[in-house]
Structures are given as C-alpha cells and as structure tokens.
Nanobody, 120 residues
Framework: VQLQASGGGLVQTGGSLRLSCAASRRIYSSTVMGWFRQAPGKEREFVAFLRWSTGRTNYADSVKGRVTIAKAGADTVYLQMSSLKPEDTAVYYC???????????????WGQGTLVTVSS
C-alpha cells in the first residue's frame, strides 16, 4: 500500500494540527496504522498506532493526552495534535504494518513524511 501524509506546517506553542495519511486503497482490517516522527539529528521515534480491526490505540508517553489517532474513512487515518510544544518539531511519518508495535522496523509501508514545526 502507498501512503501519503499531509497536514504539517508551522504552528505556535500550544497550537493544534491535524495530520492525515491517505492510503492508495482500502485499509485492510489486519492492518496496524502508525505515526512516527524524526527530529533533526535524532532517531525516528514512535508516536501512536491504531489497530484497524479493533480500534485499539497506543501512544508514546511524550504525547499521551495531547494526541489522538483515529480513522477518517476506509482509507485514511489522522493524527490530531494539540497543546503542541517546540519539542514536537519533527518530520512526521505514517506507516502501515500488521504488528501492534512501537518499533519502526515492524512497519512495512511508509509515507513520505510531513514537517511539523512548533515555534516558541
């Protein structure tokens, strides 16, 4: 499956953004959709995942309570972010796999990334 992430931009501290990830086809029920991010000079890190069949979600501690991952139709997942902080600045990637994992290598399909910049 091909993934297209969008919705990034420049936002002030405390602001909100909604990222979207559109798949090239219907997302199968066996799929786990994830969001990861990579800040300059840092490794890619887990943000959230959603198991498509059950709706089960998991969030990184660093974003818990500020971020929501959810379906937006049969082929799209979004990441609603609020109370953004400068440390949330990163390129955000959506990914698809079959394991409910927080490890990037467990996801087999990746979008191109969308840049989120939070100004202080």
């Amino acid at each position: 499956v091909q993934l297209q992430a969008s919705g990034g931009g420049l936002v002030q501290t405390g602001g909100s953004l909604r990222l979207s990830c559109a798949a090239s086809r219907r997302i199968y029920s066996s799929t786990v959709m994830g969001w990861f991010r990579q800040a300059p000079g840092k490794e890619r890190e887990f943000v959230a995942f959603l198991r498509w069949s059950t709706g089960r979600t998991n969030y990184a501690d660093s974003v818990k309570g500020r971020v929501t991952i959810a379906k937006a139709g049969a082929d799209t997942v979004y990441l609603q972010m609020s109370s953004l902080k400068p440390e949330d600045t990163a390129v955000y990637y959506c990914a698809a796999g079959v394991q409910a994992s927080t490890t990037a290598r467990d996801f087999t399909s990746w979008g191109q990334g969308t840049l989120v910049t939070v100004s202080s």
